[in-house]
């Protein structure tokens, strides 16, 4: 495995200062965001690709296409443009979320939706990362639905699994899929009192020795499985966005979980 940066660990910094964080860490890939910091609606995809090949920072990702299971209205012409942008700045893949706010979505229209998609992302030569979100709101929370879809809708070839383990643990889901996983996301939660059906986005701090979703354990389980590729860390938590000192927060996280995977 090898460890890269999701830009929400640290959403204040400009591109250039975070790719300069990812370099002093020994990260040499990141994702970056078309949400907090809008780094896709706020620079050119050109500037993007010639500030990471500068840095000789790898993009893994563009997060996210939102809500990519629901094809109608100006989607297809959002996941155009967001491949295009992601073909132009050097990005691998683009992060694919479902729809997150209680409304069910078949699962035909999932698969309706994939095959639309399948086009768009060869066409591109990047890659489909579904990540499905444990929320109980959430239209697409377990990964073997979403394996069920790719594969029905023949996207196989174009399409992968994001194994984020927050919404792995929401959604008490205990099979891993290394197989069909294209990334992972970590991050942790540390309130020893908070319910599981209460978790959000703004509990997910770094991983450290008080988290509760076993990250150590589900890589561990991932690594044995055969996945070797990125770990990125995405932590939500206002507390972290705000810490004064994020380099030697992260760094701490970082030495703490590649040594318990070790």
Same mark, same amino acid.
């Given at each position: 495995?090898?460890?890269?940066?999701?830009?929400? *660990?640290?959403?204040?910094?400009?591109?250039?200062?975070?790719?300069?964080?990812?370099?002093?860490?020994?990260?040499?890939?990141?994702?970056?965001?078309?949400?907090?910091?809008?780094?896709?609606?706020?620079?050119?995809?050109?500037?993007?690709?010639?500030?990471?090949?500068?840095?000789?920072?790898? #993009?893994? =990702? #563009?997060?996210?296409?939102?809500?990519?299971?629901?094809?109608?209205?100006?989607?297809?012409?959002?996941?155009?443009?967001?491949?295009?942008?992601?073909?132009?700045?050097? *990005?691998?893949?683009?992060?694919?979320?479902?729809?997150?706010?209680?409304?069910?979505?078949?699962?035909?229209?999932?698969?309706?939706?994939?095959?639309?998609?399948?086009?768009?992302?060869?066409?591109?030569?990047?890659?489909?990362?579904?990540?499905?979100?444990?929320?109980?709101?959430?239209?697409?929370?377990?990964?073997?639905?979403?394996?069920?879809?790719?594969?029905?809708?023949?996207?196989?070839?174009?399409?992968?699994?994001?194994?984020?383990?927050?919404?792995?643990?929401?959604?008490?889901?205990?099979?891993?899929?290394?197989?069909?996983?294209?990334?992972?996301?970590?991050?942790?939660?540390?309130?020893?009192?908070?319910?599981?059906?209460?978790?959000?986005? %703004?509990?997910?701090?770094?991983?450290?020795?008080?988290?509760?979703?076993?990250? #150590?354990?589900?890589?561990?389980?991932? *690594?044995?499985?055969?996945?070797?590729?990125?770990?990125?860390?995405?932590?939500?938590?206002? =507390?972290?966005?705000?810490?004064?000192?994020?380099?030697?927060?992260?760094? *701490?996280?970082? %030495?703490?979980?590649?040594?318990?995977?070790?």
């Amino acid at each position: 495995m090898r460890f890269a940066l999701n830009h929400i *660990a640290t959403p204040k910094l400009s591109l250039a200062d975070f790719l300069g964080l990812a370099c002093r860490l020994g990260m040499p890939a990141i994702e970056i965001r078309n949400d907090l910091p809008d780094v896709v609606g706020t620079m050119p995809a050109g500037a993007v690709r010639a500030a990471a090949v500068a840095s000789g920072v790898d #993009i893994l =990702s #563009i997060n996210a296409l939102y809500p990519f299971n629901v094809w109608s209205g100006d989607m297809p012409a959002r996941a155009l443009a967001l491949a295009d942008y992601a073909q132009t700045c050097g *990005a691998r893949a683009l992060v694919m979320c479902p729809l997150n706010d209680g409304t069910p979505v078949p699962h035909g229209d999932l698969v309706a939706a994939l095959r639309e998609l399948v086009p768009i992302l060869r066409q591109h030569g990047i890659t489909g990362l579904v990540e499905p979100l444990g929320f109980p709101v959430s239209s697409l929370r377990t990964k073997r639905e979403a394996i069920e879809a790719i594969r029905e809708a023949g996207a196989s070839d174009v399409c992968k699994l994001v194994h984020d383990t927050f919404h792995h643990h929401l959604a008490g889901e205990r099979e891993f899929f290394p197989e069909f996983t294209g990334l992972v996301h970590i991050s942790g939660v540390r309130e020893a009192d908070l319910a599981l059906n209460d978790m959000l986005d %703004a509990d997910r701090a770094l991983v450290d020795e008080m988290d509760r979703l076993n990250n #150590i354990g589900q890589l561990r389980a991932l *690594a044995t499985g055969g996945y070797a590729g990125a770990v990125s860390i995405e932590p939500f938590a206002p =507390s972290v966005h705000d810490d004064p000192d994020p380099e030697a927060a992260l760094r *701490a996280s970082f %030495a703490h979980v590649a040594q318990g995977v070790a």
